[in-house]
Every structure is written in structure tokens, then in C-alpha cells.
T-cell receptor, first 111, second 115 residues
Framework: QQQVRQSPQSLTVWEGETAILNCSYENSAFDYFPWYQQFPGEGPALLIAIRSVSDKKEDGRFTIFFNKREKKLSLHITDSQPGDSATYFC??????????FGDGTQLVVKP | GALVYQYPRRTICKSGTSMRMECQAVGFQATSVAWYRQSPQKTFELIALSTVNSAIKYEQNFTQEKFPISHPNLSFSSMTVLNAYLEDRGLYLCGARERGRDTQYFGPGTRLLVL
């Protein structure tokens, strides 16, 4: 059973729009949710992360909204730029245990 | 800052041969190192999780006999792909984490091509 699911698989937005990437998880014990950004030919880089005690985490144009009751979270990228075009991975873990990754959302921002 | 290096970045080997890849953490103590294989479709497969002073835990479908891992200190880990075949192709990622911290830092990966 896949522990972390992401949608959509791919997303295209115009420059300046807000991109919304969705994520859901299965295990209620998960308490740490990082999002990674991966460009072609590179490894994933930590973009922003949230703990389950919070319902929102903001860092510049990137915001995570977290709903513990529904076991869902989303990454909002406001004022999207062509340089944001990448694959974004939602991940989840609990108490220093292994990290589970979703299958990623490929984002394309058109100028 | 925390950085993870991987070497080589890209390697080609003949079918049935073996190759070794390395992972080095800089700026923090890599008490645990996770090795992943990322498919062309970007899916992550966890191969094994190595924690200093603990046994290496391999995931289902991956074995020590095929992917032996060494984690001798808090800054270095290596993994070998023995008898590589076409199905072993992919991007091998090293993710390192410090005890007590949640963040896992990744290297750029070693891309393995098998001919």
C-alpha cells in the first residue's frame, strides 16, 4: 500500500499563476512532511517542510497547508516562475523513522 | 550548510560487472544513510537504511548480496551494485540524516547505465 500519494501527476500553469500540488498520506503516526524539489539531472533538494502540530508553513512564495484530520496537505506556489519548473515530491516520516515519498508532481510553468 | 556529495555522477558498466558508488556528507554527521534508486518515472525505491553502530536494514527485493553497503563513519557511505543487469539501471540517490533531526539531505545521485 502506497503510504504517500500525490496529485496531479503533472501540472502546467502560466507564469504568475498559483500552482497547487496535492498530497495525502495513510499513516496517522506521520508527523513530519518535507517537500523536495528536483530538477533534471540533479538530486532532490529540500524545499519546505511542516510538522503535524502546524496547519500552515510559509516560506516566500511557497506555502504548505496541512489538514491533519483528513490526512492531506498541499503545496502552493504563488507567482509561479519558469524557474520553478521541476518535479516536486511530498514525503512523510515519523520520529526519525524512514521517509516515504510520493511519486511526484511534474510542474511546468509557461512564460 | 549541510551538503551531500556522490561519486561518480554517471557510470556505464557492462552487464554482469559490478560498480561501486560513494556518498559523503559535509557539514553534519550522517548517523543514518538511506540508499534509493529512482526510476525513469521518478519513483523512489528504498534499497536500504544504514545507521552507524546498527545493522543495515534492506528493503524487500533488495539484498546485501546484491547491494553491499559500507557505512564506516559519520561522513561516508558506499554501496556496490554487484553483477549489474539492465534492470539495475537508474539514478542511485544517497540521503543522509543526522540523529535527532528530521531533515534528510540528498546527493545529486549516481546514474548507472548498464550495457
Amino acid at each position: 500500500q502506497q503510504q504517500v500519494r500525490q496529485s496531479p501527476q503533472s501540472l502546467t500553469v502560466w507564469e504568475g499563476e498559483t500552482a497547487i500540488l496535492n498530497c495525502s498520506y495513510e499513516n496517522s503516526a506521520f508527523d513530519y512532511f518535507p517537500w523536495y524539489q528536483q530538477f533534471p539531472g540533479e538530486g532532490p533538494a529540500l524545499l519546505i517542510a511542516i510538522r503535524s502540530v502546524s496547519d500552515k508553513k510559509e516560506d516566500g512564495r511557497f506555502t504548505i497547508f496541512f489538514n491533519k484530520r483528513e490526512k492531506k496537505l498541499s503545496l502552493h506556489i504563488t507567482d509561479s516562475q519558469p524557474g520553478d519548473s521541476a518535479t516536486y515530491f511530498c514525503a512523510a516520516s515519523s520520529s526519525n523513522n524512514r521517509i516515504f515519498f510520493g511519486d511526484g508532481t511534474q510542474l511546468v510553468v509557461k512564460p | 550548510g549541510a551538503l551531500v556529495y556522490q561519486y561518480p555522477r554517471r557510470t556505464i558498466c557492462k552487464s554482469g560487472t559490478s560498480m561501486r558508488m560513494e556518498c559523503q556528507a559535509v557539514g553534519f554527521q550522517a548517523t543514518s544513510v538511506a540508499w534509493y534508486r529512482q526510476s525513469p518515472q521518478k519513483t523512489f525505491e528504498l534499497i536500504a537504511l544504514s545507521t552507524v553502530n546498527s545493522a543495515i536494514k534492506y528493503e524487500q527485493n533488495f539484498t546485501q548480496e546484491k547491494f553491499p553497503i559500507s557505512h564506516p563513519n559519520l561522513s561516508f557511505s558506499s554501496m556496490t551494485v554487484l553483477n549489474a543487469y539492465l534492470e539495475d539501471r537508474g539514478l542511485y540517490l544517497c540521503g543522509a540524516r543526522e540523529r535527532g533531526r528530521d531533515t534528510q539531505y540528498f546527493g545529486p545521485g549516481t546514474r548507472l547505465l548498464v550495457l
